[in-house]
């Protein structure tokens, strides 16, 4: 006797869709006549490629009979190279976020990254080509601070786009997730490159909890579909906790969701080794490209900006080159405590390193100083954090190429490898100022307030109130 079959006759079980078909060549197998959904129900014949699951064999499952199933092949998929609008750093058409401690600059480091897009002088696919800029920014005042930062990065305030929201007669902010349709629309009419949101976390509905994951996401999701389908970036400011963990992604203040749906991280530390009281910017996270990116270090300059009313003294952010430390060393450090025997440690070594540098015409391979000083018990570690304390210079020469640290200079920053004013890094001129008045609407747009893009929002989903 024959086993029973283990499925019902194909009569009455609606094929889904596994691959090509050898019968008809169409890559989908005709479900029966019953299995198709009534007319007038809001539902739709799947596209080529794409199986329906029969709703009705779910019963008891609780699933509502309106949902189904879309299976789709993956050899349907167009696949694409990732584009970048920070080269290896800032994809473009998704979620970067920026985060860091209070006062360490982040603000500026946005306001260099959208006034390089405006000129077209940032390394990326938009390299050569100006972009618009929209600029979502709530804790700064535009007249005293935000205008007055991209004036002195030096850019194109004509393509810097402030964004506010008209609703019901009234001036609102930009609110995630109920704005993100309006707010693509505009992209597209203003051929937007990059959506700057100082700081990411105001944007949000002031209805969901930011440190729930799921309703985090409900607001996050659609601003990352929103990227995807214009190819804008998104790049948002984010603050650090109060904690000492040593891992950038597990300090961002709310829900772990915002590194999680972000596709790269560019966290932001400052180094207390340097003398100068500089900044290191590295990567994080980067789900699409490289991580082992050199990190990049910054210091922070006054600048006066003559106005009608006299001089405004702005904050502006200043690219020295790259750094030996990164924020994940910054960050293990703080986490160790810093104690003071290590700096009395770190201060010896740097004392023993301008020794060592001095007696040898002021430069020395790498090699060579690392053995010298592992002879006289001086951790690598710590001969690492010496040369940042005093203020030594690491430059990479010769055949096959190798570094070579030498004593500070005037004419040279100290503690950081010196980067050409035609960096792969940072664009035309690391340390360039405002790039002052350019063409035929220079003269009003420089000194004046940014254009207003005014977002008018449609009717919003069921149950959001964001707009």
């Not at 990059?194 to 105001?202: C, G, V």
């Not at 440190?211 to 996401?217: A, E, G, I, K, P």
């Not at 200043?318 to 450090?333: H, K, M, P, Q, Y």
Request: negative net charge.
């Amino acid at each position: 006797m024959l086993p029973p079959e283990p499925h019902p006759p194909s009569a009455t079980r609606p094929p889904v869709h596994t691959g090509p078909s050898a019968s008809t060549g169409t890559g989908t197998t005709e479900p029966p006549a019953r299995a198709r959904p009534p007319a007038g129900t809001g539902t739709t014949e799947p596209p080529a490629g794409v199986g329906i699951a029969d709703p009705s064999r779910l019963a008891g499952c609780g699933t509502s009979t309106r949902r189904q199933l879309l299976l789709t092949s993956a050899a349907t998929v167009q696949i694409r190279p990732v584009h970048w609008t920070w080269q290896d750093r800032i994809p473009a058409g998704a979620l970067t976020v920026i985060p860091g401690r209070e006062g360490i600059g982040k603000s500026l480091a946005l306001a260099w990254l959208s006034a390089q897009i405006t000129r077209g002088t940032l390394p990326g696919r938009f390299a050569g080509q100006p972009r618009a800029v929209v600029y979502a920014a709530s804790e700064d005042s535009w007249e005293h601070t935000i205008a007055p930062r991209l004036h002195v990065a030096g850019a194109d305030l004509d393509k810097v786009l402030r964004v506010e929201v008209v609703h019901d007669g009234t001036v609102d902010a930009l609110t995630l997730p109920g704005d993100c349709d309006a707010l693509a629309v505009e992209i597209d009419r203003h051929g937007v490159a990059l959506l700057a949101a100082d700081p990411l976390l105001s944007l949000i509905h002031a209805g969901i909890d930011t440190h729930r994951d799921r309703d985090l996401r409900t607001a996050l999701e659609p601003l990352v579909r929103m990227a995807e389908r214009t190819g804008c970036a998104v790049v948002g400011l984010a603050h650090f906790n109060k904690s000492n963990n040593p891992d950038a992604l597990n300090l961002i203040t709310g829900s772990r969701a915002f590194s999680a749906v972000a596709r790269a991280v560019i966290a932001i530390a400052r180094d207390p080794e340097d003398a100068d009281g500089a900044c290191v910017l590295s990567q994080a996270k980067n789900n699409l490209g490289r991580l082992d990116l050199p990190s990049l270090r910054y210091v922070v300059e006054s600048v006066d900006v003559p106005t009608e009313e006299g001089p405004a003294q702005v904050g502006q952010l200043v690219f020295t080159g790259e750094s030996d430390r990164s924020v994940a060393d910054i960050l293990a450090d703080a986490s160790r405590g810093g104690d003071s025997s290590r700096r009395a440690d770190r201060d010896d070594a740097a004392a023993w390193l301008t020794d060592y540098l001095t007696e040898h015409d002021g430069h020395a391979p790498y090699a060579e100083i690392a053995q010298a000083a592992r002879a006289d018990g001086i951790p690598e570690r710590t001969l690492k954090r010496a040369q940042s304390r005093a203020g030594v210079i690491s430059k990479r020469s010769g055949f096959p190429a190798t570094a070579v640290w030498y004593l500070p200079t005037d004419d040279g920053p100290s503690g950081s490898k010196p980067v050409g004013p035609q960096s792969s890094q940072f664009g035309q001129g690391f340390r360039s100022g405002p790039t002052g008045p350019t063409g035929p609407t220079a003269a009003s747009s420089q000194h004046g307030q940014p254009p207003r893009l005014v977002v008018v929002p449609g009717p919003s989903p069921a149950g959001d109130s964001s707009a």
